[in-house]
């Protein structure tokens, strides 16, 4: 048995494919995917579509209650606070 104190092991080898985002081309696969699908599927389609509309509405209305609601608690508190230091 050889005993070796300054061994030194060659760097391991990595095999990392690179990968590229590109915006443009996601974006026509996608749109691509959608004609293909509305062709497949007319009535499936409208569907999809007619629920995000809706959904996002909504999301809309209820971020501005919400704001609304944050306006009407910071004048009630703004009143007891007159009250309670008048």
């Not at 995917?33 to 007319?42: A, C, L, S, V, Y």
């Not at 809706?54 to 704001?67: F, I, L, T």
């Amino acid at each position: 048995m050889k005993l070796t104190f300054n061994k030194v092991r060659p760097p391991k080898q990595i095999d990392f494919k690179t990968r590229y985002y590109d915006a443009k081309k996601e974006a026509e696969e996608k749109r691509k995917q959608e004609i293909e699908d509305r062709i497949k599927n007319p009535g499936r389609i409208d569907i999809r579509e007619e629920m995000r509309k809706k959904w996002g509405h909504e999301d809309r209305y209820q971020s501005k209650s919400r704001k609304y609601a944050l306006y009407v608690y910071a004048i009630i508190l703004a009143i007891l606070l007159y009250i309670i230091l008048k």
